[in-house]
């Protein structure tokens, strides 16, 4: 079936003429899904109250929520619920342990094909932070019956395409009826039980290097309101695309202790995960990349809720020292399929720093793990 509609443009003379609109990031060897209507490019947005990892619940109410869950015991689960780590992790032989993840959410964006990449970069990316390699992957929809199968189709073919591109086999999902549309996937990776990447093992004098910019909230929230060049937003979309695949395979090669990526929670709420009683983690804010106009939506308080959210958790575990509020902000926003948090070793910094900014995106040295502290995290 073509999926394609019909669209009027208005002439200089006011007579309105049809035109089709092809979309050129579709591939022309799908040509399927290569015209779409676009006035249904706005509408998934229509049919979202929230979208991306600002759709998360707040890390307060899941810590309350999961504490009232029974603790299981099995000496082959390795990494559970209780550690808050990217993915759980199940011991099968002395080489082989299996790492399983899910994740999905309501658009962000207004075009589902790109919808359905950014989805599954999202969720494909715990396998790596957790030291793995992707191997299947499962859709999860959530779609109006009463809307257009090529929107679907769309954003299905936008998922399937970044788990080919990660390796794995997309072989089955689920889908229920909605009236928001959801989409994501629930992912199953492979790693040796003794090269398991946990968040909270990190060691004194690792370095903190992040491999995405920061803003991602930001900038496609004002987006979606007008508030924002495109050119920025195309930097974000560029980032949210983009498989943590590719920082990871250069990050293994060298002396890491723990890697997570950065979503809903953001950058100091994932970071926070890294820590244990044992250590506290120092920033130096100066050092961290963002979308640059990121900061001017800050400083104009074009900010989301979700982010709010996120300061409130983190009151009594971060200690900012004269850092400027709209710093604090883009340190609080939350990220979709933003980028890996990689803690290595001094010794390992540079040269690793160096390798991952021959990537397209670049990445930036942020902190490093110091002596327990009264908070958590310090920023300065």
Partial sequence: MLVCALVFKTCEGGQKLPRWVRFPHIPAKNPAYALIYEGHMKKILDLAKCGGCTAKLSPGMLKDSLSKIPKFNDPNLIVGFDTSDDGAVYKLSDDIAIIKTLDFFPPMVDDPYLFGQIAAANALSDIYAMGGDVKLALNIVAFPENEDPGILAAILQGGAEKVQEAGGVLCGGHSISDTTIKYGLSVTGTVHPDKIMQNNRLRFGDRIILSKPLGVGLVTAAFNAGEVKRESFNIAVNSMVTLNKYAFEIAKKYDISGLTDVTGFGFLGHLNEMVNDGYSIQISSGNVKYIPEAMRLAQEFLLTSAAQKNRNFLADKVKFEAVEECMQEILFDPQTSG?????????????????????????????????????????I
């Fill in 339 to 379: 980028g890996l948090l990689i803690a290595v070793s001094a010794k390992d910094a540079d040269a690793l720093l160096d390798e991952l900014n021959e990537l397209a995106i670049a990445s930036c040295l942020v902190g490093e793990v110091i002596p327990r502290a009264e908070k958590n995290i310090k920023v």
